[in-house]
């Protein structure tokens, strides 16, 4: 029989480090620390070795999140809640702000995905805000123009 591996992880809720068994990795379970859930995921080898895959944050690929958990994302790059966007349909102008935060960078929510990393907006919500834009500032402008020329 093989020696046991064990591999370690952090925990996004309290940043607790816990050590499991390789053949755990990609289960979830209740940190020991916190007792809220836990994915594990290959973080950082037991025999000391640094983070895996680990690049300074100026020579991150444009595909790979920054952020390693929501708590290190800046308040404007995180998902706004519902009530944002609800109040966002009654005051335009936080609505545009989303727009262009969203093109002009990732937002990120306060997900993981299968590998422990933060689940970033697609390519869909960067589509909706530019449809947003283009409604905002060529469609109800063009109206009220033909609005105003009518009286």
């Not at 349909?89 to 545009?96: A, G």
Request: glycine share 8%; aromatic share 12%; net charge negative.
């Amino acid at each position: 029989m093989g020696a046991e591996v064990y591999l370690k992880t952090t925990c996004k809720n309290c940043g607790g480090e816990v050590e499991f068994l390789e053949e755990q990795e990609g289960l979830t379970v209740i940190c020991p620390q916190c007792s809220k859930e836990l994915f594990l995921y290959r973080s950082v080898h037991a025999a000391g070795a640094s983070l895996q895959n680990q690049q300074p944050a100026s020579q991150h690929s444009s595909n790979e999140a920054k952020y390693r958990t929501f708590s290190e994302v800046p308040w404007f790059r995180r998902e706004p809640g519902p009530i944002t966007f609800l109040l966002a349909l009654i005051f335009m102008p936080i609505l545009l702000a989303i727009c262009i935060v969203a093109l002009t960078g990732d937002i990120y929510r306060n997900a993981y995905d299968q590998d422990g990393k933060l689940i970033v907006w697609g390519t869909g919500n960067k589509v909706a805000a530019v449809v947003i834009l283009v409604i905002e500032f060529v469609i109800f402008p063009f109206l009220f123009h033909q609005i105003e020329g009518v009286r």
